[in-house]
């Protein structure tokens, strides 16, 4: 059970995927705050959220990098920018994959 802003208490079940993101990383963020983790991997955890929510996360991602560090995996524009390192996977000929280092987003 969870109490979305603005939402009556509901079962996680019931819930849409954005707001079952916003529960789970709510939850992160409140455990980094009670007992810091040094290191974070979040894979697609944006994928499910609108553009503004994308925003919000990456900022938060941003302020909270001072005192953790944070490898996230993402599609979305903005994570992206937010980015200090940017580093891509492509594929390649065959089922070979390329890793490259990119520029800066922003």
Request: proline share 5%; charged share 20%; net charge positive.
């Amino acid at each position: 059970m969870a109490h979305p802003k603005g939402k009556n208490v509901r079962r996680l079940a019931s819930m849409s995927g954005g707001e079952k993101s916003l529960t789970a990383l709510s939850f992160l963020f409140a455990l980094q705050q009670y007992k810091p983790s040094p290191f974070y991997a979040l894979d697609e955890v944006d994928s499910f959220l609108d553009g503004i929510n994308v925003e919000r996360l990456s900022k938060l991602i941003s302020s909270q990098s001072s005192n953790a560090q944070f490898i996230v995996v993402s599609h979305r524009r903005p994570m992206i920018s937010a980015s200090e390192r940017t580093i891509g996977v492509a594929q390649a000929r065959g089922a070979n994959t390329q890793v490259i280092g990119l520029p800066n987003a922003a």
